[in-house]
């Protein structure tokens, strides 16, 4: 009975060292900084004219050339259920950019939903469009951004 034991627990164990060298080896190419994505947007825009939505996005002091995807979700306060998603172009230098135009005054804003390296981040950037009535704004009290998701599970 305690051979039996002894070999189960040895058994467990083995697994255990054999699931943590898997993880260290998959970890092993990756670097343990996070991901950052910066908006290069102005916070202001005219209603009924085009604008650049753009981000930089780096890990450490190197510009990612590499992101999986970078798509901005656009909404009016309020109306983030209305939601535009636009994917973003990118045009070299870690920076990633596309064109959004803003039919009508109010308050906007721009998620910037970034997954390179195996991370996710979700930033957002409010923009002013026009002269908004201040009594139209609903602010946006989400706690949605800015944190970094390994995507393989282990959280930043």
């Given at each position: 009975?305690?051979?039996?034991?002894?070999?189960?627990?040895?058994?467990?164990?083995?697994?255990?060292?054999?699931?943590?060298?898997?993880?260290?080896?998959a970890d092993a190419g990756r670097s343990?900084?996070?991901?950052?994505?910066?908006?290069?947007?102005?916070?202001?825009?005219?209603?009924?004219?085009?604008?650049?939505?753009?981000?930089?996005?780096?890990?450490?002091?190197?510009?990612?050339?590499?992101?999986?995807?970078?798509?901005?979700?656009?909404?009016?306060?309020?109306?983030?259920?209305?939601?535009?998603?636009?994917?973003a172009e990118h045009i070299g230098d870690?920076?990633?950019?596309?064109e959004v135009e803003f039919d009508e005054?109010?308050?906007?804003?721009?998620?910037?939903?970034?997954?390179?390296?195996?991370?996710?981040?979700?930033?957002?950037?409010?923009?002013?469009?026009?002269?908004?009535?201040?009594?139209?704004?609903?602010?946006?009290?989400?706690?949605?951004?800015?944190?970094?998701?390994?995507?393989?599970?282990?959280?930043?």
């Amino acid at each position: 009975m305690k051979k039996i034991i002894l070999m189960t627990l040895f058994s467990g164990l083995l697994l255990l060292a054999a699931c943590g060298e898997e993880n260290s080896d998959a970890d092993a190419g990756r670097s343990a900084e996070i991901i950052e994505t910066e908006f290069n947007s102005p916070e202001t825009a005219e209603p009924g004219e085009a604008m650049i939505i753009s981000v930089t996005v780096t890990q450490g002091n190197e510009l990612v050339e590499d992101a999986d995807e970078v798509v901005y979700e656009v909404w009016q306060s309020g109306h983030r259920v209305e939601a535009e998603m636009l994917t973003a172009e990118h045009i070299g230098d870690g920076v990633y950019e596309s064109e959004v135009e803003f039919d009508e005054e109010g308050l906007y804003f721009v998620q910037a939903h970034t997954t390179a390296r195996s991370l996710h981040v979700m930033p957002k950037q409010e923009i002013i469009v026009g002269n908004p009535d201040p009594e139209s704004i609903i602010p946006d009290d989400s706690d949605d951004s800015d944190s970094n998701v390994d995507m393989d599970g282990h959280g930043h």
